[in-house]
DNA sequence: GGACTGACACTGG
DNA sequence: ACCAGTGCCAGTC
C-alpha cells in the first residue's frame, strides 16, 4: 500500500502543465523534505503512465533523471519542451524559470 | 528485525 | 562551475 508512495503520486499530479517541481517540493509535501531519495523511487516504481507526470520532476539542479522509467531522460526532455519549458544550452532545465511552488501556486 | 538499495540534496574541495 | 563524499528516508530482500 505504502500511503507515502501514493502521497507521492498525488502530489505530482498536481503539478501544473508547464511547470517542474524538484523531488525535494514533492517530498516537502509529503510532510519529509528530506525524503526526496523516496520519492524518486516511489516515480520509478509506479509511474502509473497517463496519470502521473512523473516527466514533471527534476533535480534542483535542473538535471533530468538518467533512468527516467518511460524513454530516458531524452524522452522526458521532449516532453518538458512540448510542455513549453525552457531548456538551457547544456540540455538541463531552466529551473530558475519553470520550478512550480506549490505555496505559492 | 537487520541490511541493502535507490529517478535525491547538501557541503566541501 | 564541476566532481566527490556524506546524510536522509522509505521500501524491499
Given at each position: ?70 524513454g ?16 538551457l ?17
Amino acid at each position: 500500500m505504502s500511503n507515502f508512495y501514493e502521497r507521492v503520486y498525488e502530489n505530482v499530479k498536481k503539478i501544473p502543465k508547464g511547470r517542474v517541481a524538484t523531488y525535494g517540493t514533492i517530498a516537502a509535501m509529503c510532510g519529509n523534505p528530506r525524503a526526496s531519495r523516496s520519492v524518486g523511487a516511489a516515480l520509478h516504481r509506479n509511474p502509473s503512465p497517463g496519470v502521473v507526470p512523473c516527466h514533471r520532476v527534476v533535480f534542483t539542479n535542473g538535471t533530468l533523471a538518467k533512468n527516467y522509467a518511460f524513454g530516458g531522460s531524452s524522452a522526458q526532455k521532449e516532453l518538458l519542451k512540448s510542455e513549453g519549458i525552457s531548456f538551457l544550452r547544456d540540455g538541463r532545465v531552466d529551473i530558475k524559470k519553470n520550478v512550480w511552488l506549490p505555496w505559492i501556486s
